[in-house]
């Protein structure tokens, strides 16, 4: 992993070092639609990683610019400009068929339309066409989630945190489709899952841990969390006694969050703007995201003020926006969404009563997503659960604190871990059947991992059958076409059906899958024979090896881009010199046009089509003599050469003396001199090697330092330097 995926080579000890780092290491990962937060413990105290432009948050948007790709903030900056080759919201495309209903709902804030992808036509896939340099190139939402992790993983790398064991936060609503299309993204970025981890699972371990201590052993604490995010709603209650978590119901709606409001909004000012322009501003992917940024900051603004005002210029070719908007104004807009929210927590509350409890069971609501904090959503919990929302739970580390808490159980001898022994149950979000003959295998809310164990009835006579299993046909997956799981083909010996034993899993990821079949205590073959999920082995390799690919071509763009960046700089830096300082007896105007022509070609050179651009020898190559010209400019105007000149002058007075002292050792050891010991010769030879080595260290300072600044030690130096050295050696000989 260390040599692999790390890039350090490192001497065997060093290694030995980092892999006992790794043992102790943990990341946990919360992966929003909007942004991504990655946590760790150090010492024992929770603390998130920050990225690398110093926030808390990374954007989940990964672009494509040339031969580079970006992520984080440096991609959500350049979206507007970069829309075609720009993936937003990169995690909610997993999983999803071309021909599936979300497709069509999740294309509504996508910058590119989602295409069919015609290397797996059978399972219906679809990706997305990248404009890369003029060309289009396809990618799925694998590989697009793929490159994002394995972009992130550098973050903490980069901060001396060595491992790739991760626990990542997935949507309590997220089928076997796309948490196999998770995995298979991590997988493609070299990161080792431990666990994906439901929202609901996460959120309750890190209410746990903080109120750890107000727990009670025996009787349970019931407690309402309400995650409204950037993109759906989640509601779950849990129950917590010190030593158990048991995540009782979740209930959760795939579009209704703070992008589906401003989308609301967006729509209602594009509809005025074109009834006063005559301009549909959807018409438009830059404007559309415009919009739809300044949007997003005026209703966090309205949760504190009573109005504000969206101000775009040239939002269009020759039209500026300008909208009022109140608060009583984007809650008429956003009625729908109320809606929605109002719906689903009573049908939340529905579960909760059939489970055996009431509102009053309800110890305290808790706050989870951000976008709670708009009054109107605050009052309507108030009204149906008879309660004030509590808001102490910190909104964008709820959740990855909770994946981090999660890894660290992972590690069994971490010390002083407070929730290492605790119980957890997650909640399974699904009712999963066995078809013809018609049996529930596992309802919704079964705690997993787990196992059943069942026998069928089958009146087939031939030695081979099929089973399938499919996901019960419900509100929440009305959207999928096809809720087949898996389909096996199985071989049981005639007339012994009746005798088989089935057991089915659903493991740690919520992934079921048949995991023997045995008779009279001897396992039977079975052969999987159709999924609707997942990518092959093979195809999983290539991803995997072409994301390694891209990622050194990255390095190798990243250094080529910060040469190209340095140069121009350093021609800038030359341009702004040649203006403002008076060159008269320093640089004649034959230099001065000499340079200023080598400077025009080599920048005319940097903002071409070349190739060669993309090859850091080619680019030292090209700006070989512009540095020479450069060097030779800067060295006149502050005083380089003087510099080097009377360190040369040093350096031959100290080579003199060298020899001066050398030879007066052979005269001591022959008997000519008297007048000096050898041992006052050893110590002056100590003393010259000393002043040797400082000259050594002025000469390297002056060779790499930056001949676009004024030297950091001047000609004096140099001479006092020498004055001084000469007066000590003359002190020692006495």
Known sequence: YIDTYMNLNYVDDIKINIIQKMSEAVIGISVGSKNTVIGTFDKNVFKVILSDTSARTIPTVISFSGKERNFGDIAFNKNRQN????????????????????????????????????????????????????????????????????????????????????????????????????????????????????????ISINYAFKELSTLNENIPRLVCFIDLGHSHLTICYTEFTKKAIKVLSVSSERFCGARDMDYLIAEKISYEFQKQNGIDLFDSPKAKISLMNNINKIRKNLTVNKEGTISIDEIVKGRDLVHNLTRENMEEI????????????????????????????????????????????????????????????????????????????????????????????????????????????????????????????????????????????????????????????????????????????????????LKKVTLQNENIKFDLIKQNYGLTHDILELYRNEESARDENDLIMKEVIGYKNSLEEYIYKIREKLNSVNLNGKFTQKERDTLNEEMDKVM?????????????????????????????????????????????????????????????????????????????????????????????????EIDVADKTKPPKFGVQDIQNMITSFNNNIEQMKK
């Open 83 to 202: 829309f075609k080759s720009t993936i937003i919201y990169p995690n909610r495309w997993l999983g999803i068929k071309y021909d599936n209903a979300l497709k069509d709902e999740e294309s509504k804030y996508a910058n590119l339309p989602p295409v069919k992808n015609i290397n797996d036509v059978n399972n219906n896939s679809l990706g997305f066409n990248i404009d890369i340099k003029g060309e289009k190139t396809f990618h799925t939402p694998e590989i697009i989630m793929g490159s994002f992790f394995n972009k992130i993983k550098n973050i903490w790398v980069n901060q001396n945190i060595y491992t790739h064991n991760i626990v990542i936060s997935i949507p309590d609503y997220y089928t076997i489709y796309e948490r196999e299309a998770m995995l298979n993204s991590i997988y493609i970025s070299g990161l080792n899952c431990l666990s994906l981890l439901n929202e609901s699972s996460a």
């Open 334 to 513: 956003i009625k729908p969404i109320l809606l929605q929210f109002t719906n689903l927590c009573f049908e939340s509350l529905k579960k909760l009563q059939n489970l055996g409890y009431t509102v009053n069971n309800i110890h305290s609501v808790e706050m989870v997503g951000d976008t709670l904090r708009t009054p109107c959503f605050s009052e309507i919990i108030k009204q149906i659960y008879k309660k004030e929302l509590s808001k102490t739970l910190i909104p964008d580390e709820c959740i990855v604190k909770g994946c981090t808490l999660f890894a660290l159980m992972h590690l069994p001898n971490y010390p002083n871990f407070r929730l290492q022994n605790f119980f957890i149950k997650h909640y399974n979000p699904y009712e999963i059947f066995l078809e013809n003959p018609n049996m529930k295998i596992f309802e919704e809310g079964i705690n997993f991992p787990t196992t059943k164990k069942f026998k069928l009835n089958n009146q087939n006579q031939a030695n081979e059958f099929r089973i399938k299993f499919i996901y019960n046909n419900t509100r929440e997956l009305n959207c999928f076409n096809d809720k087949l799981i898996q389909e096996y083909k199985i071989n049981i010996p005639y007339n012994n059906y009746n005798n088989a034993e089935f057991e089915y899993e659903l493991n740690t990821n919520c992934i079921p899958k």
């Open 604 to 700: 005319n050179w940097l903002y071409s089509d070349d190739e060669d651009l993309y090859k850091i020898d080619k680019l030292e190559e090209k700006s070989k003599n512009l540095k020479k010209l450069g060097d030779s400019f800067y060295m006149k105007i502050n005083d380089w050469s003087e510099i080097k000149l009377y360190l040369g002058n040093m350096e031959t007075l100290l080579y003199e003396k060298l020899t001066y002292f050398a030879s007066l050792e052979d005269e001591i050891k022959k008997g000519k001199r008297k007048d000096i010991t050898l041992d006052k010769i050893n110590k002056i030879n100590e003393y010259i090697q000393k002043e040797f080595n400082n000259y050594e260290q002025k000469a390297y």
